[in-house]
């Protein structure tokens, strides 16, 4: 199953650019465990989105637990909203990135 993530940011640039390290580190994880695809910032800097291939099952549960381990989240920074997401067009080409969880 696929899901997007919007983060937007709670507080002024400056307030977030603190702890965007540390949120980076935990989506670099995310990545290697094959969860996400990719993320980045909007332009201008005003949040990001991350596009991640979760596992069948528990959807809501598992997304609830991706948004509540993010240190921007954890820090008051940043909050998520969450999307599960049917690719129509394009989907095979998802399914070979990454690794399936």
């Given amino acids: ?4 993530a919007i ?3 709670r507080r002024p640039l400056e307030e977030v650019l603190p702890h965007v390290e540390e949120h980076r580190a935990y989506l670099q994880g995310l ?5 996400l695809l990719a993320s980045g910032p909007f332009q201008p800097r005003m949040g990001g989105a991350l596009l991640l291939r979760v596992p069948d099952g528990d959807l809501e549960a598992t997304l609830d637990r991706i948004r509540d381990q993010d240190p ?3 820090h008051g920074v940043a ?3 969450l999307l ?3 690719p129509v067009i394009g989907g095979d080409g998802l ?3 990454g690794v399936n969880p």
């Fill in 1 to 4: 199953m696929y899901a997007l």
């Fill in 7 to 9: 983060i937007r940011y």
């Fill in 31 to 35: 990545y290697d465990n094959g969860w």
């Fill in 72 to 74: 921007l989240v954890q």
């Fill in 79 to 81: 909050q998520y909203e």
């Fill in 84 to 86: 599960p997401w049917t």
């Fill in 95 to 97: 399914d070979r990135m």
